[in-house]
């Protein structure tokens, strides 16, 4: 056992002292030591339930004839992060938490993990670090929350997205103050990840895809007896997975994680999932690029349209038979061979699963869309990509063009629509927001919400080097890289260039000659990091492009 290097000769006595006083005994410590990898947080209402998922987790590592010992990560909830300088905190958190993990994991030599996640950097974090350590693994999220809903009126769904909408409603006069405080105190009722497919709830789902996590993980709702049960029968198994040797690299292969792309394809879930699939990608040491992405996208055809894209939300999917069935219903653009960590290949594990209802998951012969829900542009102002969830795009923005009105920050671009300054046509350019310049590439959710709400959502575009929440509907283009601090094309664009967005042909461009691009980048002043001391200034030194995953590397790898 790989614990027996803290546990075996007369040099470990003290070791195993330390071990009596946690309360073991001997037959504890001539066991399997597993770690149970816990992300509870009393301020993030995904992780304020997970201790008893924990206790669940723990007493199936037992009964499999292991012994749990349970550490806890940090936790970012990205809502309440949103906006402020806080959010330039989340992405970051994401390698902490992978480094966290790999350091409690190695100075403690545990047997094997179960990793409890549940929103939105948590579960990258994770399969990051599960991809890293390569010891026997097992993953099981927290569950979605349930759909808020009004009293006066139970078919309206309410999340936080939605409140950030109702929010530019007000400022536009179409509905008071009164109207949002009384929908604040409903919108979110209770624990659990938030309704709709975004990050969170994306990732969930794709660790199933992927096959780190066991079927249901991504769709049981948080409150419901069937997540306690799932959570129990994940630390059995792990014991079952470390007896057969099985570990993340045997899983996480360029074959899970083509799957995984095909998935979130099929179902449009966030764009965020790009950045983190690449990060896990270059852990599991997968070589995977943007373009294969958009290959994927033209073959997967969008048979799933969850909220923001439509009104379904988790616990709909849930119902519909969730990422099983759904993954039946494309399984001929899957490889089912790949292994996972339920022992069976993913074809076994979705043999029997069914569409409940076709309302929630479509035919394959009767697509939303012939093609994905998540699209790569690429041209003079991308020219290493950005990213657009064309799911939740009107029909009218897929193809746009307009005059630039540029921001140097979220702040100055939030502004500018609480004044009801922002003209239709126009196209919103948001920079030095990405990895490097934010720092942390911030998610511009409320600028987004803001558009909706004031009825621009169908003439105003918003491009950013920053990115977007999966909540996030509308011509919303995300991860332009290069971004700005690194002297990319958008650092060039000034008030009035003309912006030309063509979704169906995977373009972004500005009508400007290179030989201009080239003019305007050399008179840029050298930039300046915005954070001088700390966590931020040091992972912006670092830090990657959007389009590599914003991962962390050496100097002599960047």
Same mark, same amino acid.
Request: with cysteine; aromatic share 4%.
């Given at each position: 056992?790989?614990?027996?290097?803290v546990?075996l %000769?007369?040099?470990?006595?003290?070791?195993?002292?330390?071990?009596y006083?946690?309360?073991?005994?001997?037959?504890?410590?001539?066991?399997?030591?597993?770690?149970?990898?816990?992300?509870f947080?009393?301020i993030?209402?995904?992780?304020?339930?997970?201790?008893?998922?924990?206790?669940? *987790?723990?007493?199936?590592v037992?009964?499999g %004839?292991?012994?749990?010992?349970?550490?806890?990560?940090?936790?970012?909830?990205?809502?309440?992060a949103?906006?402020?300088?806080?959010?330039?905190?989340?992405?970051?958190s994401?390698?902490?938490?992978?480094?966290?993990?790999?350091?409690?994991?190695?100075?403690?030599?545990?047997?094997a993990? /179960?990793?409890?996640?549940?929103?939105?950097? *948590?579960?990258?974090?994770?399969?990051?670090?599960?991809?890293?350590?390569?010891?026997?693994?097992?993953?099981?999220?927290g569950?979605?929350?349930?759909t808020?809903r009004?009293?006066?009126?139970?078919?309206?769904?309410?999340?936080?997205?939605?409140?950030?909408?109702?929010?530019?409603?007000?400022?536009?006069?179409?509905?008071?103050? =009164?109207?949002l405080?009384?929908?604040?105190?409903?919108?979110c009722?209770?624990?659990?990840?938030?309704?709709g497919i975004?990050?969170?709830?994306?990732?969930n789902?794709?660790?199933?895809?992927?096959?780190?996590?066991?079927?249901?993980?991504?769709?049981?709702?948080?409150?419901?007896?069937?997540?306690?049960?799932?959570?129990?029968?994940?630390?059995?198994? *792990?014991?079952?997975?470390?007896?057969?040797n099985?570990?993340?690299?045997?899983i996480?292969t360029?074959?899970?994680?083509?799957?995984?792309f095909t998935?979130l394809?099929?179902? %449009?879930g966030s764009?965020?999932?790009?950045?983190?699939?690449?990060?896990?990608?270059?852990?599991?040491?997968v070589?995977?690029?943007?373009?294969?992405?958009?290959?994927?996208?033209?073959?997967?055809?969008?048979?799933?349209?969850?909220?923001?894209?439509?009104?379904?939300?988790?616990?709909?999917?849930?119902? =519909?038979?969730?990422?099983?069935?759904?993954?039946?219903?494309? @399984?001929?653009?899957?490889?089912?061979?790949?292994?996972?960590?339920?022992?069976?290949?993913l074809?076994?594990?979705?043999?029997?699963?069914?569409?409940?209802?076709?309302?929630?998951i479509?035919?394959?012969?009767?697509?939303?869309?012939?093609?994905?829900?998540?699209?790569?542009?690429?041209?003079?102002?991308?020219?290493?990509?950005?990213?657009?969830?064309?799911?939740? *795009?009107?029909?009218?923005?897929?193809?746009?063009?307009?005059?630039?009105?540029v921001?140097?920050?979220?702040?100055?671009?939030?502004?500018?629509?609480?004044? @009801?300054?922002?003209?239709?046509?126009?196209?919103?350019?948001?920079?030095?927001? %990405?990895?490097?310049?934010?720092?942390?590439?911030?998610?511009?959710?409320?600028?987004?919400?803001?558009?909706?709400?004031?009825?621009?959502?169908?003439?105003?575009?918003?491009?950013?080097?920053?990115?977007f929440?999966?909540?996030?509907?509308g011509?919303?283009?995300?991860?332009v890289?290069?971004?700005a601090a690194?002297?990319?094309?958008?650092? =060039?664009?000034?008030?009035?260039?003309?912006?030309?967005?063509?979704?169906?042909?995977?373009?972004?461009? /500005?009508?400007?000659?290179?030989?201009?691009?080239?003019?305007?980048?050399?008179?840029?002043?050298?930039?300046?990091? @915005?954070?001088?001391?700390?966590y931020?200034?040091?992972?912006?030194?670092?830090?990657?492009?959007?389009?590599m995953?914003?991962?962390?590397v050496?100097?002599?790898? @960047?």
């Open positions: 056992m790989r614990s027996d290097i546990k %000769g007369i040099e470990r006595a003290a070791h195993r002292s330390l071990l006083a946690l309360g073991c005994d001997e037959d504890d410590i001539a066991q399997p030591l597993v770690g149970v990898v816990n992300s947080t009393e993030v209402p995904g992780h304020i339930h997970l201790r008893p998922i924990a206790e669940a *987790v723990k007493a199936g037992r009964s %004839g292991g012994t749990p010992f349970e550490f806890n990560t940090i936790a970012v909830c990205d809502g309440i949103m906006g402020h300088i806080g959010m330039k905190y989340s992405l970051p994401r390698e902490l938490i992978a480094d966290s993990v790999e350091d409690m994991v190695e100075a403690h030599q545990f047997d993990l /179960v990793f409890i996640p549940n929103c939105d950097k *948590v579960v990258p974090g994770m399969l990051m670090a599960a991809a890293r350590l390569n010891i026997p693994s097992i993953f099981v999220s569950g979605p929350m349930m808020g009004l009293p006066e009126d139970p078919s309206a769904r309410l999340n936080t997205a939605y409140l950030h909408v109702v929010a530019g409603e007000v400022i536009k006069g179409k509905r008071s103050e =009164a109207e405080k009384r929908m604040e105190k409903v919108a009722p209770g624990c659990g990840s938030c309704s975004w990050t969170a709830n994306t990732m789902c794709l660790t199933e895809a992927i096959g780190m996590g066991l079927p249901g993980n991504g769709t049981i709702p948080a409150v419901d007896a069937r997540r306690i049960c799932l959570a129990r029968q994940a630390g059995k198994q *792990v014991m079952n997975l470390l007896a057969q099985i570990c993340p690299l045997d996480i360029i074959e899970s994680i083509r799957n995984a998935v394809m099929a179902f %449009g764009t965020n999932a790009v950045l983190h699939l690449l990060s896990i990608a270059h852990e599991a040491g070589s995977f690029h943007l373009p294969d992405i958009n290959d994927m996208g033209m073959n997967t055809p969008l048979v799933c349209k969850l909220n923001p894209a439509s009104d379904y939300d988790l616990e709909d999917f849930d119902q =519909a038979g969730g990422t099983p069935a759904l993954m039946n219903e494309i @399984k001929g653009l899957l490889n089912l061979g790949v292994k996972t960590v339920s022992g069976k290949t074809g076994d594990n979705i043999a029997s699963a069914e569409v409940k209802d076709r309302s929630v479509r035919p394959l012969s009767d697509p939303y869309s012939r093609t994905g829900g998540i699209t790569i542009l690429f041209g003079n102002l991308a020219p290493d990509g950005a990213v657009v969830k064309s799911a939740a *795009v009107a029909p009218e923005m897929m193809a746009h063009q307009g005059p630039a009105r921001f140097d920050s979220e702040e100055d671009a939030v502004k500018a629509l609480t004044d @009801k300054t922002i003209k239709p046509g126009e196209v919103m350019v948001i920079r030095y927001e %990405g990895p490097r310049g934010g720092p942390g590439m911030r998610e511009m959710l409320i600028c987004t919400d803001l558009i909706k709400g004031l009825g621009l959502d169908k003439e105003v575009a918003l491009i950013t080097d920053g990115r929440s999966g909540a996030t509907s011509a919303s283009i995300g991860h890289s290069p971004e690194s002297r990319g094309p958008i650092a =060039a664009v000034h008030d009035g260039d003309i912006i030309r967005i063509d979704m169906p042909n995977c373009r972004l461009d /500005v009508e400007l000659t290179e030989a201009e691009i080239d003019k305007r980048l050399s008179q840029l002043p050298e930039f300046e990091f @915005k954070i001088k001391k700390g931020l200034r040091r992972y912006a030194e670092r830090v990657t492009s959007g389009s995953g914003a991962i962390l050496t100097d002599d790898k @960047k």
